[in-house]
Antibody
Framework: EAQLLESGGGLVQPGGSLRLSCAAS??????????MSWVRQAPGKGLERVSG????????YYADSVKGRFTISRDNSKNTLYLQMNSLTADDTAVYYC???????????WGQGTLVTVSS | EIVLTQSPGTLSLSPGERATLSCRAS???????LAWYQQKPGQAPRLLIY???SRATGIPDRFSGSGSGTDFTLTISRLEPEDFAEYYC?????????FGQGTKLDIK
């Protein structure tokens, strides 16, 4: 089974930016063929899909809560998914997971998550 | 947006008992695109059930899913100690993909 490994989380001040990465290794699926998503979980809260991107990168999805501030992208030559996060607020504090799946596909492979903390 | 409501919020049972978790959708879920996930503290969610009743790879057969339309159920036939966790339903048939708020299954 493919492993998904997120990186790039950390502590950032309100208004700041972070770029998350998700590298797929031991790939037993063709990365470029699958929709990938970012799902976040605020402390003690449930799951929220914040963004998704189709295999080719031609279509993207953003939750209203992040639209205009977050940008999802992927580099299929590197089997890597990205999430550029700008204008961060305390409400963005969460563990961010990358996952294989999206609209019409269950999320059948998840990374271990990376914690983003927005605080002054 | 399809809102998923899970019940109960918390379910307290003993090992060996049967667990029944409910997920109700505000609109019909297309093509039974309903999944269940298990999440343990400090871990990522794990896919248990997709397509309302199909078990994911490696999931024991004590886990089963049922339902259609707006009402879905996850049943764990005989609880093992490792089954005590948080469970989420999700619909992935219509954008935006949405999750229920979760059911915590804890040891009585």
């Amino acid at each position: 089974e493919a492993q998904l490994l997120e990186s790039g989380g950390g502590l950032v001040q309100p208004g700041g930016s972070l770029r998350l990465s998700c590298a797929a290794s031991g790939v037993t699926f063709t990365f470029s063929s699958y929709t990938m998503s970012w799902v976040r979980q605020a402390p003690g809260k449930g799951l929220e899909r914040v963004s998704g991107i189709t295999g080719s990168g031609g279509n993207t999805y953003y939750a209203d809560s992040v639209k205009g501030r977050f940008t999802i992208s992927r580099d299929n030559s590197k089997n890597t998914l990205y999430l550029q996060m700008n204008s961060l607020t305390a409400d963005d504090t969460a563990v961010y997971y990358c996952a294989k799946g999206g609209t019409m596909y269950p999320f059948d492979n998840w990374g271990q998550g990376t914690l983003v903390t927005v605080s002054s | 947006e399809i809102v998923l409501t899970q019940s109960p919020g918390t379910l307290s049972l003993s090992p060996g008992e049967r667990a029944t978790l409910s997920c109700r959708a505000s609109q019909s879920v297309s093509s039974s695109s309903l999944a269940w996930y298990q999440q343990k503290p400090g871990q990522a969610p794990r896919l248990l059930i997709y397509g309302a009743f199909s078990r994911a790879t490696g999931i024991p057969d004590r886990f089963s899913g049922s339902g259609s339309g707006t009402d879905f159920t996850l049943t764990i036939s005989r609880l093992e100690p490792e089954d005590f966790a948080e469970y989420y339903c999700q619909q992935y048939g219509r954008s935006p993909v949405t999750f229920g708020q979760g059911t915590k299954l804890d040891i009585k």
